[in-house]
């Protein structure tokens, strides 16, 4: 829904008082990991923010309007009146400073700022493609096999994940934060999938624990689809 805001214009020599629409807006796709990290913090801060489901199978994200937009062709994106911006974890950030500055899922302290940045950082270039990455092939349908290189990839890259829990219940310290939003949707329906979380016992304990989060339950309905779909293409699953 959008925010109507009072402004003040300038016309000649007259200022006027207009109404003057802000809507802000998530291109985003329902099962996208990424898009769901966005959709879990909206619903934990009841932000107002409009949602527009883009069909990227449908080519949606390959059209002159969205290339506009993000040349990169990515969803998540986030339209603030004008001001474009993609990558799941920079909109994560962007919105906190923005709209709930120095909230506790992104305090303003810069140690905690930076622990947090490390866990998104090391999602970002290798939790995410050494595990949800590896599958992706098979929801494209270009390949109908998990390797059993891919498996030991996702396996090794959970451990070293698990490490990031050895001192704190939460990934980036004693609070829940942006990095567990981040995180969630992917291991959610790397489970799903199939995958035995039970292995790895510090980041087991942590998923139970993100059922604190009031998008929790609607994120499982979607990692719940995400699965059945992924197993209708490998019944034997992760
Ligand atoms: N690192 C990006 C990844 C975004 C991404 O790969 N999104 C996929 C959907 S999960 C997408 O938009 N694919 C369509 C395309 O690349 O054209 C983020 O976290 O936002």
């Given at each position: 829904m959008p925010v109507y805001i009072w402004t003040v214009d300038t016309i000649g020599r007259y200022s006027v008082r207009i109404k003057v629409k802000m809507t802000i807006t998530l291109?985003?796709?329902?099962?996208s990991p990424p898009c769901r990290a966005i959709i879990l913090l909206i619903k934990e801060l009841e932000l107002n923010i409009e949602l527009k489901e883009v069909n990227v199978f449908a080519g949606e994200t390959m059209t002159e309007d969205f290339l506009r937009m993000n040349p990169e062709h990515t969803i998540p994106l986030l339209d603030d009146n004008?001001?474009?911006?993609?990558?799941?974890?920079?909109?994560?950030?962007y919105l906190i400073d923005s709209f709930r500055p120095a909230h506790d899922l992104y305090p303003n302290i810069p140690k905690e700022k930076a622990l947090i940045n490390r866990v998104l950082y090391h999602e970002l270039t290798e939790f995410y493609p050494n595990s949800f990455g590896l599958i992706i092939p098979i929801m494209k349908r270009q390949t109908a096999v998990v390797s059993d290189e891919s498996k030991a990839k996702i396996s090794n890259v959970f451990s070293r994940l698990e490490l990031y829990l050895s001192r704190n219940d939460?990934?980036?310290?004693?609070?829940?934060?942006?990095?567990?939003?981040?995180?969630?949707p992917t291991v959610a329906s790397l489970v799903h999938c199939g995958f035995n979380i039970s292995e790895f016992p510090r980041i087991a304990d942590w998923?139970?624990?993100?059922?604190?989060?009031?998008?929790?339950?609607?994120?499982?309905?979607?990692?719940?689809?995400?699965?059945?779909?992924?197993?209708?293409?490998?019944?034997e699953g992760l």
């Open positions: 291109y985003y796709a329902p099962m004008g001001f474009y911006l993609w990558e799941s974890r920079a909109i994560l950030t939460w990934f980036a310290g004693e609070n829940i934060t942006v990095a567990d939003l981040s995180l969630l998923y139970e624990n993100c059922k604190v989060l009031k998008g929790y339950h609607d994120d499982q309905a979607v990692a719940q689809q995400l699965g059945g779909y992924f197993r209708s293409l490998v019944p």
